[in-house]
């Protein structure tokens, strides 16, 4: 499986905001993501940065 697990960065601390992550959409100013069971979030921010291999995504808050 290539699910991935996605945290938000505040203030240099990493906070899970959501597990099982498979689609992420980034759209001016924000980043949507869902997991396998169709929990979606819609954070304010960008993506910092992904680790497939790792299954990590970083999403900085703006």
Do not use: P, T, W
């Not at 906070?15 to 304010?44: M, P, R």
């Amino acid at each position: 499986m290539c699910e991935a697990n996605a945290y938000l960065v505040k203030e240099g601390k990493e906070e899970l905001i959501l597990e099982a992550v498979d689609k992420v959409e980034n759209d001016e100013g924000h980043v949507k993501i869902e997991n396998i069971f169709g929990e979606q979030k819609v954070i304010q921010g960008r993506i910092r940065s992904m680790s497939l291999v790792n299954h990590r995504i970083l999403i900085e808050e703006r």
